[in-house]
Every structure is written in C-alpha cells, then in structure tokens.
C-alpha cells in the first residue's frame, strides 16, 4: 500500500500539491497521503479551502505561530512540520515535495 507525504511550504507547491493528490487517488484509490503544509503555504491552505484535498491536509502549528493565522477548528495540525515528515518517514511512508 501506498503511504505518501505531499509537503508544501509555498503557496505555488500547494497548488501543485493539491493536483498531485488528486491524481495519486484517481490511480490509486487506496492509497494514504497526508498535505503537509508550512511556510507560507500554511497561510495560503487556509486563506482558499480546497474541498478535494483539505480532509488530507496538516499545517505547522509553527507557521501558524509566525503569521498570526489560526487553523479552523477540525483541521489537523502538528507542532513542527519537519518532526512530522520525519516521524512518518520512520514508519514507512514516502516523501513527495510538491
């Protein structure tokens, strides 16, 4: 099974990333991917909800910090966007920089 982490941290990679997720599902289905988004893309997932590929979305609490924004309730965050990536790369998943 396919286990894939889209990392974003500008608002042109979210672009990208938002259409790579979309194409990952229509080959694969089953696959599990995770929108890790930080930097500016944090601000940007946010400021333009996306109802494809946000359920698939977590933003940086850490970028959220820097720019004042405030992720809505429900959506997923983590402390530090590079500790998750790294995490999910020890229990297996694959890295894709958008």
């Known amino acids: 099974m396919v286990k894939l982490i ?3 941290p500008t608002p042109a990679a979210l672009v990208r990333a938002r259409r790579n997720i ?3 599902l229509a080959a694969d289905p089953d696959a599990e991917v995770e929108l890790v988004v930080n930097g500016e893309a944090a601000g ?3 400021a333009a909800p996306d109802p494809n590929t946000d359920k698939y979305l977590t933003v940086c609490a ?3 910090t820097l720019t004042g924004a405030h992720a809505p ?3 997923s965050t983590v402390g530090a ?3 998750h990536i790294a995490q999910r790369q020890a229990e297996g ?3 894709f920089r958008a």
Do not use: C, D, K, M
């Open 6 to 8: 889209v990392h974003a």
């Open 22 to 24: 979309v194409n990952l």
């Open 44 to 46: 940007a997932a946010l």
């Open 62 to 64: 850490n970028s959220l």
């Open 73 to 75: 309730e429900g959506t």
């Open 81 to 83: 966007a590079i500790l």
């Open 93 to 95: 998943w694959s890295y």
